[in-house]
Protein backbone atom coordinates (compact mmCIF):
# COMPACT_ATOMS: atom_id res chain seq x y z
CA UNK A 1 0.00 0.00 0.00
CA UNK A 2 1.49 3.49 -0.88
CA UNK A 3 0.97 6.45 1.22
CA UNK A 4 -2.41 8.17 -0.51
CA UNK A 5 -4.00 4.83 0.07
CA UNK A 6 -3.15 4.63 3.97
CA UNK A 7 -4.32 8.12 4.40
CA UNK A 8 -7.72 7.11 2.61
CA UNK A 9 -8.04 4.02 4.65
CA UNK A 10 -7.34 6.20 7.83
CA UNK A 11 -9.99 8.78 6.94
CA UNK A 12 -12.59 6.19 6.30
CA UNK A 13 -11.76 4.87 9.69
CA UNK A 14 -12.02 7.70 11.42
CA UNK A 15 -15.55 8.63 9.51
CA UNK A 16 -17.04 4.96 10.50
CA UNK A 17 -15.84 5.40 14.35
CA UNK A 18 -17.34 8.97 14.12
CA UNK A 19 -20.62 7.76 12.02
CA UNK A 20 -21.11 4.93 15.21
CA UNK A 21 -20.37 7.58 18.07
CA UNK A 22 -23.28 9.49 16.34
CA UNK A 23 -25.57 6.50 15.92
CA UNK A 24 -24.82 5.93 19.44
CA UNK A 25 -25.44 9.22 20.58
CA UNK A 26 -28.89 9.07 18.51
CA UNK A 27 -30.20 6.02 20.14
CA UNK A 28 -29.25 7.16 23.67
CA UNK A 29 -31.29 10.49 23.15
CA UNK A 30 -34.06 8.17 21.65
CA UNK A 31 -33.90 5.66 24.73
CA UNK A 32 -33.89 9.13 26.69
CA UNK A 33 -37.09 10.49 24.92
CA UNK A 34 -39.16 7.12 25.52
CA UNK A 35 -38.60 7.70 28.90
CA UNK A 36 -39.43 10.93 29.60
CA UNK A 37 -42.73 10.00 27.95
CA UNK A 38 -43.05 7.12 29.91
CA UNK A 39 -42.61 9.08 32.67
CA UNK A 40 -45.30 11.56 32.08
CA UNK A 41 -47.90 9.10 32.04
CA UNK A 42 -47.00 7.28 35.24
CA UNK A 43 -47.45 10.79 36.45
CA UNK A 44 -50.89 11.42 34.97
CA UNK A 45 -51.79 8.12 36.27
CA UNK A 46 -50.67 8.92 39.84
CA UNK A 47 -52.81 11.89 39.37
CA UNK A 48 -55.59 10.38 38.68
CA UNK A 49 -54.83 8.08 41.89
CA UNK A 50 -54.35 10.57 43.54
CA UNK A 51 -58.30 11.97 42.90
CA UNK A 52 -59.39 8.67 44.43
CA UNK A 53 -57.32 9.07 47.28
CA UNK A 54 -58.44 12.21 47.89
CA UNK A 55 -62.28 11.24 47.51
CA UNK A 56 -62.47 13.65 44.20
CA UNK A 57 -63.30 10.62 41.95
CA UNK A 58 -64.74 7.11 42.19
CA UNK A 59 -62.41 4.27 41.85
CA UNK A 60 -65.40 2.05 40.17
CA UNK A 61 -66.40 5.11 38.12
CA UNK A 62 -65.91 4.95 33.85
CA UNK A 63 -63.59 7.86 34.23
CA UNK A 64 -61.30 6.17 36.35
CA UNK A 65 -61.43 2.95 34.53
CA UNK A 66 -61.07 4.35 31.19
CA UNK A 67 -58.56 6.77 32.14
CA UNK A 68 -56.02 4.18 33.44
CA UNK A 69 -56.78 1.64 30.92
CA UNK A 70 -55.92 4.00 28.33
CA UNK A 71 -52.69 5.43 30.04
CA UNK A 72 -51.49 1.80 30.85
CA UNK A 73 -51.82 1.48 27.07
CA UNK A 74 -49.76 4.42 26.18
CA UNK A 75 -47.27 3.34 28.50
CA UNK A 76 -46.94 -0.17 26.96
CA UNK A 77 -47.35 1.54 23.18
CA UNK A 78 -43.90 3.14 23.77
CA UNK A 79 -42.03 -0.16 23.98
CA UNK A 80 -43.24 -1.04 20.89
CA UNK A 81 -39.88 -1.40 18.37
CA UNK A 82 -40.57 -1.82 14.89
CA UNK A 83 -41.96 1.12 12.78
CA UNK A 84 -45.31 -0.59 11.37
CA UNK A 85 -46.15 -1.85 15.00
CA UNK A 86 -44.71 1.64 16.74
CA UNK A 87 -47.54 3.21 14.43
CA UNK A 88 -50.29 0.96 14.80
CA UNK A 89 -49.78 1.01 18.65
CA UNK A 90 -49.49 4.56 18.52
CA UNK A 91 -52.89 4.77 16.40
CA UNK A 92 -54.48 2.23 19.07
CA UNK A 93 -53.45 3.88 22.09
CA UNK A 94 -54.75 7.74 20.38
CA UNK A 95 -58.19 6.07 19.29
CA UNK A 96 -58.41 4.74 22.93
CA UNK A 97 -57.46 8.29 24.14
CA UNK A 98 -59.97 10.23 22.07
CA UNK A 99 -62.73 7.57 22.93
CA UNK A 100 -62.02 7.62 26.33
CA UNK A 101 -62.24 11.96 26.74
CA UNK A 102 -65.22 11.34 24.11
CA UNK A 103 -67.33 9.06 26.37
CA UNK A 104 -66.78 10.59 29.98
CA UNK A 105 -68.59 13.67 30.99
CA UNK A 106 -65.49 14.84 32.65
CA UNK A 107 -67.70 17.25 35.26
CA UNK A 108 -64.73 16.72 37.73
CA UNK A 109 -61.97 19.41 37.04
CA UNK A 110 -59.50 16.71 37.87
CA UNK A 111 -60.31 14.57 35.94
CA UNK A 112 -60.33 16.96 33.10
CA UNK A 113 -57.36 18.70 33.52
CA UNK A 114 -55.76 14.69 33.52
CA UNK A 115 -57.26 14.29 30.53
CA UNK A 116 -56.08 17.57 29.02
CA UNK A 117 -52.36 16.68 29.88
CA UNK A 118 -52.82 12.90 28.58
CA UNK A 119 -53.88 14.21 25.13
CA UNK A 120 -50.90 17.05 25.25
CA UNK A 121 -48.51 13.88 26.16
CA UNK A 122 -49.98 11.78 23.20
CA UNK A 123 -49.65 14.64 21.14
CA UNK A 124 -46.41 15.09 21.79
CA UNK A 125 -45.91 10.91 21.66
CA UNK A 126 -47.35 11.07 18.13
CA UNK A 127 -45.12 13.79 17.20
CA UNK A 128 -41.95 12.12 18.69
CA UNK A 129 -42.76 8.89 17.30
CA UNK A 130 -43.95 8.93 13.69
CA UNK A 131 -42.10 12.54 12.71
CA UNK A 132 -39.56 11.25 10.89
CA UNK A 133 -41.76 8.05 9.97
CA UNK A 134 -44.34 9.92 8.22
CA UNK A 135 -42.32 12.57 6.19
CA UNK A 136 -40.25 8.94 4.89
CA UNK A 137 -43.56 7.01 3.81
CA UNK A 138 -44.86 10.59 2.15
CA UNK A 139 -41.59 10.88 0.23
CA UNK A 140 -41.78 7.24 -0.67
CA UNK A 141 -45.50 7.39 -1.60
CA UNK A 142 -44.98 10.23 -3.74
CA UNK A 143 -42.40 9.07 -5.15
CA UNK A 144 -43.98 5.49 -6.33
CA UNK A 145 -47.17 7.45 -7.37
CA UNK A 146 -44.47 9.49 -10.07
CA UNK A 147 -43.46 6.97 -11.43
CA UNK A 148 -46.87 5.08 -12.00
CA UNK A 149 -45.27 1.61 -11.16
CA UNK A 150 -46.75 -0.93 -9.02
CA UNK A 151 -44.53 -3.85 -7.70
CA UNK A 152 -44.45 -5.54 -4.57
CA UNK A 153 -43.18 -2.60 -2.74
CA UNK A 154 -45.66 -0.55 -3.36
CA UNK A 155 -48.12 -3.22 -1.91
CA UNK A 156 -45.92 -3.17 1.02
CA UNK A 157 -45.21 0.72 2.02
CA UNK A 158 -49.31 0.88 1.37
CA UNK A 159 -50.29 0.14 5.01
CA UNK A 160 -47.25 2.18 6.79
CA UNK A 161 -48.37 5.15 4.76
CA UNK A 162 -52.20 4.97 5.11
CA UNK A 163 -51.25 4.40 9.17
CA UNK A 164 -49.18 7.72 8.83
CA UNK A 165 -52.11 9.76 7.06
CA UNK A 166 -54.57 8.54 9.87
CA UNK A 167 -51.85 9.90 12.63
CA UNK A 168 -51.82 13.18 11.29
CA UNK A 169 -55.08 13.18 11.57
CA UNK A 170 -55.22 11.74 15.50
CA UNK A 171 -52.31 14.69 15.66
CA UNK A 172 -55.47 17.73 14.50
CA UNK A 173 -58.14 15.50 16.43
CA UNK A 174 -55.99 15.53 19.76
CA UNK A 175 -55.26 18.98 19.36
CA UNK A 176 -58.97 20.10 18.62
CA UNK A 177 -59.42 18.12 22.23
CA UNK A 178 -56.63 20.34 23.73
CA UNK A 179 -57.88 23.51 22.66
CA UNK A 180 -61.61 22.71 23.37
Not at 113 to 130: C, E, F, K, Q, Y
Amino acid sequence: MNETQIELLVSILAVLVVLHTLSLLIKKYHEYLDIKFTYRYYAIRDRLANLVLQGKLDEKSNEYSGLIDVINYHIYSLEKITLTAKLNAILEASDRTLQTANDLSLENEGVRRIVRDLLSNTDAVIRRNSKFEISLLKTFKFLLSASGKTSRITNYAKRPVELSERIEQKIHDIQDHVHA
